[in-house]
Each structure stands twice: as structure tokens, then as C-alpha cells.
């Protein structure tokens, strides 16, 4: 039996069996949540993601593929889709391996970030000796070749990666992309936009955590003329690799508070602090905190997975130890993710779904019942989240209207029809509430659920 009900409330609905045997919907507001279990819910709780970098040639390893499925919610090809890996000979392009990590983050329904369109390293030994006008073009039809590959794929691009000199001169880096003149970095900026219009354009960079550092002040700089003369940029990346001689600095909250106040977000791009135990687990939650503490502060990335996986795994810098299991660190993650929840919405504007409608189905007596609630909205996004209750071997089916989609995912590991707008949950060990962000497109009515036992 499909129930259809119009809802009159903002809060959860609910449709059970007896309700639908009597011909009448019942309106329950359902509490929040508790603590969330995996470092990609806590994070949902406040519109945040979690995501971690991952190597295409890990994806067979079912430890390693177990930890990301269950705990991250955004991924960054560690190495994949850097301009050596993408374009190995000029004007060939290769994105095998960046589709390996691409398409098992979005079977899995999780987003990307993508790493970076243009950089001083890691480019192939063809653009290594190149220079002036030949160089300048061909990283642009690099930007331009693989934003537009990847085109309604990628959440954010690392659009210019590391083009600030380290040290006290707060100026660029000296490179062969600098040389073909002070404008390239803009350039990048405008040729991934029109390439890829959707995504959010980053600037991203390491040593660039303490706010008064030199470094930080250049990078500053551009970002601010960057956004008062129209160059295109939405967000700016801090690498954030820490160790004890480039500690968590007491001011990092400062620093993110004021990119943010230009009007960019701020992303914790490739998180890694080395140590171990309870002085770990305190510096990361510092990090966590000074993001949870910036409203456009979007979520964090660690650089890897298990330690073992970490390009500087003598350091221990990682949340998972080398068998996969949670340390201190990752402890002290999830508790700072989860005391944010509902303190620490994010900036961009709530607006009101209006008049949504949702239909629920319970197909038998001793089924089960699907109950929607409200997340939190953004301008063009909103949570939503749904409870399982009589059975724990559930199917539910969740249906989005075009031009929603569903872009994220937590507690459940889905599988999507051909079209992308229903997606089957099922239980993935996370207990019986899953939740999920859908981007609206301007329709901000509720998804349909039916639940069965499967
Ligand atoms: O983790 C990456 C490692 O596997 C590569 O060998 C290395 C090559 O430059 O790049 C590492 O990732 C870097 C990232 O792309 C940019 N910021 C610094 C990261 C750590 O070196």
C-alpha cells in the first residue's frame, strides 16, 4: 500500500502502517540526532563534510576500501589526476586512474575534490622545459581539458596549487608557470570556470596556516585582489601538514576566520599531523575546532587513510593505524565533530522548502516504516535523514525530482537507478538512520520514501 501524504509542517513525517490503515498521516517531530558514529555523519551534522585523499591502486585493498566507504564522504585522488598523470604526452590525455577514484566515490555517493589543474610539481617532462607564450597555453588547454573532462563531477578544483614562496618574502614562487608572468594564476582561475562553471574554483597551498606568516599574508593578498577585481575564485585550500616543527598554530582559527571574511570559503585540504597518542589526538581536534568555528570553513580532508597509507608514514600522521584501526586521533575527530552539532551552521542562507510532499509505503504488517526529517539547508543544498523502525533488514528507496540530486551520503552504501534520482539504502552496520544532502536546483520539496523488508 503507497500512502501519499501533503505535509502541513515543517517537522519529520511519519508514515506507519496504522496510519495507513486508517486512511490518515501521522506528524511526529523527530529530536536530532545523537552522536554520529563516522567522521563523515558528525561532520553532516553541521553541513560539513569529511573526506580523505585515496590512491587508485589501494582500491583493491578491503581494508583500506572498508574504512573509506564507511567513514568519508569526499575524496581526493592523491596523485591521479595531477597534470603528470593527466596529460603524460602533450595534448594525450589519460584519466584511467582518475575515473577508478571518481566512480567509486560517486558509486559510493560521495563527492570530489579535485587535485590541482595547475602546479609547479609533478608536471610531465614534455611541460617541464617548456616556457613563455608555448607554456602559458599549454597549461591553459590543460585546465581546459580536464575541467571540462571532469565537468559536474568535481564539488572543488585545486585550481593552482602551491605558487607561494615559502620564507618571509610573502611573494611567488619562482617557477616555469610564474615566468610566463604574474597573471597565470588568474588565467588558471578563468579557464577552469568557463570549463567547468559548477564547481567551486580553489586556491591551495601549505605553510599558509599561521596568520602571521608572510607566507599566509601573500596568499591573502591575492585572494582579496582576486575577489575585488572579479577573478574568479571560491575557496581557499589550507594543506595543513603538521608536524613539530610546524605545529597547529594557537591563531589557525584567526586565519581561516579571515579568508573566509573575503568571501571564499576555506577548506582543510590535506590534514596530516605526525606524533602519536593524546598530543595528537589534542592537535587535531584544535584543527577541528577552528574549523567547526568558521562558518564557511565547508570540511576537512585528511591526506590518507591508515598511517601505512600516509606519504610520510614514519611520522604516524594518519586517524587509522596500519591494520585500520581508529586512534586517539580519530577519537578526538569524532567527539569535536559531534559536539558542533547544531552550534555551527554554516554561513550560506537558509531558505524554506515550500509545500513538500512525500509518500511512503509499507507493504505489509510486520514491515517497516521510513520517516523523513529535515536536515539543515543551505542556499543550494539540504539534509535530510531517515529512521528506519520494524525491521533492521531494510530496503528503502529514496526518489528526488529533478533537478535534484543526491550529492552525499552517510550510513548507508546505496545503489541509484539509471536515471540517479532514486537511490536504494540499505543497512551498511551504521544502524537504522541514514542520512543524505540533496542539491535542489531550486526544487526544495521533500524526497519520496517507500520502505520494505528486504
Ligand atoms: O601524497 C602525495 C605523494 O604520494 C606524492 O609522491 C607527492 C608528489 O609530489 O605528492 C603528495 O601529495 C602532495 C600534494 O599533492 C600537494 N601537497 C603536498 C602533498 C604531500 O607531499
Redesign the pocket.
Known amino acids: 500500500m503507497t500512502l501519499t501524504v501533503k505535509s502541513v509542517s515543517r517537522v519529520a513525517l511519519v508514515s506507519t502502517l496504522v496510519a495507513a490503515a486508517a486512511g490518515a498521516a501521522v506528524l511526529v517531530a523527530t529530536p536530532a540526532s545523537g552522536a554520529a558514529s563516522t567522521l563523515a555523519a558528525a561532520a553532516q551534522q553541521s553541513g560539513r563534510y569529511f573526506g580523505t ?1 585515496v ?1 587508485a591502486n589501494k582500491l583493491g585493498d578491503s581494508t583500506y576500501v572498508g574504512i573509506l566507504n564507511r567513514e568519508f564522504d569526499m575524496v581526493t585522488a ?2 591521479e589526476m ?1 597534470m603528470d598523470a593527466t596529460e603524460p604526452n602533450q595534448n594525450q590525455f589519460s584519466f584511467s586512474n582518475g575515473d577508478r577514484i571518481v566512480n567509486h566515490a560517486r558509486n559510493q555517493g560521495k563527492r570530489v575534490r579535485g ?2 589543474l595547475a602546479w609547479h ?2 608536471q610531465p617532462g614534455w611541460m617541464q622545459n617548456m616556457s613563455g607564450t608555448a607554456l602559458r597555453n599549454a597549461m591553459l588547454n590543460h585546465v581546459t581539458q580536464v575541467a571540462t573532462y571532469y565537468k559536474g563531477k568535481i564539488y572543488a578544483w585545486d585550481v593552482v ?2 605558487a607561494y614562496a615559502d620564507g618571509s618574502s610573502g611573494g611567488r614562487r619562482d617557477s616555469n608557470l610564474q615566468r610566463t608572468g604574474n597573471d597565470w594564476i588568474e588565467a588558471a582561475f578563468r579557464a577552469a570556470r568557463a570549463a567547468d562553471p559548477n564547481a567551486k574554483l580553489c586556491y ?1 597551498d ?1 605553510n599558509t596556516d599561521n596568520w602571521s606568516h608572510a607566507k599566509t599574508q601573500g596568499v591573502y593578498r591575492m585572494v582579496q585582489d582576486f575577489k575585488s577585481r572579479g577573478v574568479p575564485i571560491d575557496c581557499v585550500g589550507f ?1 595543513a ?1 603538521f608536524n613539530s616543527g610546524n605545529p597547529v598554530p594557537s591563531n589557525y582559527h584567526t586565519t581561516l576566520q579571515n579568508f573566509a571574511a573575503l568571501g571564499v570559503d576555506v577548506q582543510i585540504t ?1 590534514l596530516d599531523i605526525e606524533g602519536s597518542g593524546s598530543s595528537q589526538a589534542q592537535q587535531y581536534q584544535g584543527v577541528v575546532q577552528a574549523c567547526l568555528a568558521v562558518a564557511r570553513c565547508t570540511g576537512i580532508t585528511v ?2 587513510i591508515r598511517d601505512s597509507d600516509s ?1 610520510r608514514s614514519s611520522g604516524t600522521p594518519l586517524l587509522f593505524d596500519g591494520s585500520g584501526n581508529k586512534k586517539a586521533a580519530y577519537t578526538s575527530v569524532l567527539n569535536a565533530l559531534n559536539s558542533a552539532s547544531g552550534t555551527n551552521p554554516t554561513t550560506t542562507s537558509q531558505t524554506s522548502p515550500t509545500g513538500p510532499t512525500t509518500t511512503s509505503s509499507n507493504p505489509d504488517p510486520g514491515g517497516c516504516t521510513a520517516t523523513y526529517a529535515e536536515g539543515q539547508k543551505w542556499s543550494d543544498r539540504f539534509n535530510g535523514q531517515v529512521t528506519v523502525s520494524g525491521t533492521n533488514n531494510w530496503v528503502v528507496t529514496v526518489t528526488v525530482s529533478s533537478p535534484q540530486r543526491i550529492i552525499a551520503t552517510w550510513n548507508t552504501s546505496p545503489t541509484w537507478d539509471s536515471s540517479g534520482n532514486v537511490m536504494t539504502a540499505r543497512p551498511n552496520g551504521n544502524g537504522n538512520t541514514f542520512g543524505f544532502t540533496i542539491q535542489h536546483g531550486g526544487n526544495w520539496s521533500w524526497p519520496s520514501l517507500t520502505c520494505r523488508v528486504g
Open positions: 585523499a590512491a592523491e596523485n595531477k587535485h590541482a610539481s609533478q596549487n602551491e591551495n601549505y594543506q601538514h590535506e591526506w590518507g606519504w
